[in-house]
């Protein structure tokens, strides 16, 4: 609606703001349905793509948002080659640059799949923008730090769990509650007694992403409160390893 001096800018702001919305809900749509049926790019001339084309002037903006989509979808449904291919099509030096968040998405699948010298080669990609262009941009936050000491939790390869914790730290990063828990529990049931106490007294000193630390006080005041502390029952791990 134009405003007193015919000025129509509000009603163009908001409709850019709707087209953009279309546009997105559009993208993650196609991504969806691209995981399940398809491999093929949807051809730049094809009649979707021209759609959006002349929806919204801004066609690499699509692309980048429809990749990521479709990479991200492939990556939580394990399609890990198809979750490649697709990230493969991002490219920063033209501007369609991928997100975090499915870099993270592979590096999760990766490590449910137990492939960790592939999550690893990924990580060691976005450290690399020298080498890896297309992922200039890419840095790995406090999620890809956390998955990836999960995943080397997982294979027992503890001189690489310390190499991510203490990149972490060096960061201002800590690992989130339960993937604390797990580290504690999978060096238990490796027989890494020490390495579980250091561990544990780690997670009481310093804390996890959400609190500062996890002293016996704490643990006692917000017990009954928090259902976190009831669910990964911390006062039972810390008596198991701290008894070792």
């Known amino acids: 609606m134009a405003n007193d001096n015919g000025d129509d800018s509000g009603s163009n702001a908001t409709s850019l703001l709707s087209d953009n919305l279309i546009i997105e809900t559009a993208c993650v749509s196609i991504a969806k349905m691209q995981c399940q049926t398809s491999d093929n790019w949807i051809d730049s001339e094809g009649p979707r793509w021209s759609l959006f084309a002349k929806k919204v002037n801004y066609d690499r903006d699509v692309k980048r948002l429809l ?77 890809s730090y956390d998955i990836m000491v999960r995943c080397c939790a997982a294979a027992h390869d503890w001189a690489r769990v310390g190499k991510y914790l203490e990149e972490m730290d060096s960061q ?13 529990r999978s060096a238990v049931n490796a027989g890494e007694v020490r390495r579980a106490h250091h561990w544990c007294r780690a997670l009481m000193k310093k804390g996890c992403s959400k609190r500062s ?20 029952k911390l006062e039972e791990l810390f008596s198991t390893v701290l008894g070792c």
Request: contains cysteine.
């Open 67 to 143: 990749c990521n989509e479709v990479a991200r979808n492939c990556a939580e449904e394990g399609q890990l080659e198809k979750a490649e291919h697709w990230m493969s099509k991002l490219d920063a030096k033209s501007g369609v640059d991928a997100d975090v968040r499915t870099f993270n998405a592979i590096l999760l699948a990766q490590s449910k799949s137990g492939n960790l010298v592939r999550a690893e080669e990924w990580f060691a990609k976005v450290m690399q923008p020298h080498l890896h262009p297309e992922l200039n941009g890419v840095r790995p936050d406090r999620e």
């Open 172 to 184: 201002g990063y800590r690992l989130k509650l339960h993937s604390h828990y797990d580290l504690i």
């Open 213 to 232: 630390n996890y002293s016996s006080e704490q643990v006692h005041q917000e017990y009954d409160r928090l259902p976190s502390m009831r669910r990964y």
